[in-house]
């Protein structure tokens, strides 16, 4: 087993919030249940937790499948390769790990309700939530959305490594891109998991020389660095406890972690704004599309914002509304706000950076 000291230095430069880091992705084999007090290979649960979950599977609605339905809907190309290596040849993501999770109806080591995340968290490739707007899931804890512009592709929240941005850029190219450059990048939070894999897709260079905005929410910068370097190392200590981290992947240890299966392995990196949304509510045309702002400060992060495509009907949520198991929001008056305003929207479809649209 990895030990801590190896899984830490193995962690990018750039320390990352405490919900954007990966388990121990070596051990990839499904755990056999073992016995005996907090084995490092999980052990098989007691009689007590079997009821538990027992009476869950039978009280909760799961002859309802249409959270199945939606998540296929737009389904474009799977992605095939069920690993992601970097240019060194190291392996950044590992979707074999997860297949046990569709190989039972039930564990009875796993709760039914995060069986059932796991198993939307197995979608994985390219999809598209409208014409002109497609998103790659499945590759990283968040997602990646591409929407046409008049130039290019406009790119809303980037993965947390650029090797698994580059791998996700690399399917839309195979199937939707038409070969249209990067002309603009949306930083939906300050969460590293929206913005870590920016320069998979953007190089510094063309932001340095005009040709690539990229645009973020009020105080962006200034919560990004507070949660990913002057508390990175307590965020860093933290995520251990809260996500299992170090346990082996499989119906004995780590399952999934709600948003999205874990985080990729491999390089981080951020590339400062060009533009700040500044206004409460503001409009701005990028690469001839229209996009209205709203700026939700201290919602599900401090830093985070909305956008309206109205020539699209298209809302994009960031991550203050999710059809999954979701982060906490800091304030709940803030955010019944923020879904009020985006309700009031006249909407075809609304996305975010996790799961399936609705
Ligand atoms: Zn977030």
Not at 11 to 29: K, M, R
Not at 75 to 84: F, G
Not at 108 to 129: A, C, F, K
Request: glycine share 8%; aromatic share 10%; proline share 6%.
């Amino acid at each position: 087993m990895t030990t801590r000291r190896q899984f830490v230095q193995s962690l990018p430069a750039f320390a990352v919030a405490a919900q954007i880091l990966e388990g121990d992705p070596a051990a990839a084999a499904p755990a056999a249940p073992a016995t005996g007090h907090f084995h490092p290979k999980g052990k098989p649960p007691s009689e007590f937790t079997k009821e538990v979950l027992r009476k869950a599977r039978q009280t909760l609605p799961f002859g309802d499948t249409r959270d199945f339905d939606e998540q296929r809907r737009g389904l474009i190309a799977p992605m095939k390769e069920l690993t992601i290596k970097n240019d060194a040849g190291d392996v950044v993501w590992d979707m074999t790990r997860f297949q046990f999770l569709d190989q039972k109806e039930e564990f009875d080591s796993v709760h039914p309700s995060m069986h059932r995340i796991g198993q939307l968290n197995n979608n994985y490739g390219l999809y598209e939530v409208v014409p002109g707007i497609y998103q790659v899931r499945g590759l990283d804890l968040a997602q990646t959305t591409f929407v046409r512009g008049k130039t290019g592709w406009i790119v809303f929240d980037c993965l947390v490594t650029a090797d698994a941005m580059r791998a996700a850029w690399k399917l839309f190219q195979e199937h939707k891109g038409e070969g249209l450059p990067v002309t603009a990048v949306v930083y939906s939070h300050s969460h590293g998991d929206h913005w870590g894999g920016v320069r998979g897709v953007v190089d510094e260079a063309d932001v340095r020389a005009g040709k690539v905005q990229i645009l973020a929410p009020r105080d962006f910068m200034e919560y990004s660095i507070a949660e990913n370097v002057f508390a990175g190392n307590a965020m860093n200590r933290r995520l251990f406890y809260q996500y299992g981290v170090l346990l082996p992947v499989g119906p004995y240890g780590y399952v999934t972690q709600g948003l999205g299966h874990a985080i990729s392995r491999g390089t981080s990196g951020l590339i400062a704004p060009t533009r700040v949304v500044d206004k409460d509510l503001e409009e701005i045309e990028i690469d001839g599309v229209r996009m209205s702002f709203q700026n939700t400060p201290n919602t599900e992060a401090p830093s985070e914002m909305n956008t309206y495509i109205p020539d699209m009907k298209a809302l994009w949520i960031a991550e203050n509304v999710c059809a999954t198991l979701h982060t906490s929001t800091r304030s709940v008056g803030r955010w019944c706000a923020t879904r009020s305003t985006g309700r009031s929207r006249s909407t075809r479809r609304s996305t975010a950076s996790a799961a399936r649209p609705w």
